[in-house]
């Protein structure tokens, strides 16, 4: 079954958001949606269960990360991604572009595809476009993304070209490749911080027809305003009924100003890596638990959320945990901001259909603790293997 996507909702006083659903062999996704990062198949510390109970309708993994351990093939042998996992759910993979186009000294990029080495033994592999839509369609996925190079920033113009049309030639490849005998494949437009790079890109790739278009290239250590104008460029330039994603974004702060923009899809390692940081995502800001003011907080982390560690566990219990570095601290931490960014998407889509949405973002810029732009970055700009970068 192909995808399909609907626009069910453009509200009033809402820009450019829209409220809509994406319909996928293994289920619909009600967007604007928050996609949770399962790298290798599942979010770090919680189980495919939970979440599901969190909330999430759609998991994002990585075909690098799968490719290298444990295998297509092996995947394939066990049934597919999904019975592999056991997230029943729809199932977005990136390319890993990303990752392997920041193994500085370990790739070498050709027209025909990027050659490197894997971090894991050193083993010799190559991923071209069309050999990257057959892992995928090997392994079932619900969205499959293109093969991309992900540009550095900053970066000279001149080399931003070069990778660009390089981006774009590999779409089309990867366009042709596609059979479409299930779920559907992304786009995703480059052309880092230049708007007639972005622009074409939007326009080129509208023209080769994919299910959806991303747009990459962001997250990648560039300031906050560069990151709103390529989405402002850039949203607007893609085709109005299929849905639009934007890769390893972000903050809150971000997602709204997306939104506005119309885009639908996101995803972020930031709730669950934050977590596991002990920076808590709450509705009136900020809350870094190891801090001594929770000591002897009795409130749970945020009093308006549902999940099942705000109703047991105090502020004080978390400290606690999270200074003795036990692994449970990291599971009710991420149980926690999981839940609040899905419960953020649901308050979004609902502001939309009630053209309630300016209101959100006001009180978001009015939240009492620190807001989470404050946060000094935790996305380091280039790859670490063990620290799990963009997913
Ligand atoms: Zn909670």
Redesign the pocket.
């Known amino acids: 079954m192909p995808l399909s996507f609907q626009i069910l909702a453009t509200g009033a006083n809402t820009g450019r958001a829209r409220r809509g659903r994406l319909t996928t062999p293994h289920g619909a996704v009600e967007t604007p949606a928050f996609m949770p990062v399962g790298t290798l198949g599942a979010v770090k510390g919680i189980t495919p269960q939970e979440l599901a109970a969190a909330g999430a309708s759609v998991m994002l993994s990585n075909l690098y990360h799968l490719a290298l351990r444990p295998g297509v093939d092996a995947i394939e042998r066990l049934g597919g991604i999904h019975a592999f996992t056991g997230w029943r759910g729809p199932i977005l993979t990136d390319s890993g572009g990303f990752q392997v186009f920041s193994l500085e000294g370990l790739r070498k990029v050709d027209d025909g595809g990027v050659s490197f080495r894997s971090h894991l033994d050193g083993s010799p592999l190559r991923f071209t476009p069309e050999g990257v839509v057959n892992l995928k369609e090997r392994m079932g996925v619900d969205v499959a993304m293109v093969l991309d190079e992900c540009p550095p920033w900053p970066i000279e113009r001149s080399a931003a070209e070069a990778s660009w049309r390089r981006t774009l030639a590999w779409a089309q490849s990867s366009r042709e490749a596609w059979r479409g005998n299930g779920g559907g494949l992304f786009g995703i437009v480059q052309g880092s911080v230049f708007p007639d790079l972005r622009q074409r890109a939007a326009e080129e790739l509208s023209q080769m027809d994919f299910d959806g278009y991303a747009i990459g290239g962001v997250s990648v250590g560039e300031p906050g305003h560069d990151r709103r104008a390529v989405v402002e460029w850039t949203a607007p330039a893609l085709p109005e009924g299929k849905p639009r994603y934007l890769m390893g974004v972000g903050y809150p702060e971000d997602i709204l100003h997306a939104v506005s923009q119309g885009v639908d899809l996101f995803d972020c390692v930031l709730p669950a890596r934050n977590a596991r940081h002990g920076v808590l995502f709450t509705r009136g800001g900020v809350l870094r638990i190891k801090n001594a003011r929770f000591k002897e907080d009795p409130r ?3 009093p308006e ?1 549902g ?1 099942p ?2 109703a047991r566990t105090s502020r004080a219990f978390l400290h606690h945990l999270t200074r003795a570095g036990e692994l449970t601290a990291a599971v009710l931490a991420t149980l ?1 901001n999981l ?2 960014y899905l419960d953020f998407m649901g308050e979004i889509r609902q502001a939309i259909e009630l053209g309630t949405f300016e209101d959100l973002a006001a009180r978001l810029a009015s939240s009492s603790e620190e807001p989470a732009s404050g946060l000094e970055p935790l996305a380091p700009v280039t790859f670490d293997p063990n620290e799990q970068v963009r997913s």
């Open positions: 749970p982390i945020d959320c999940c560690a705000c926690h839940r609040f």
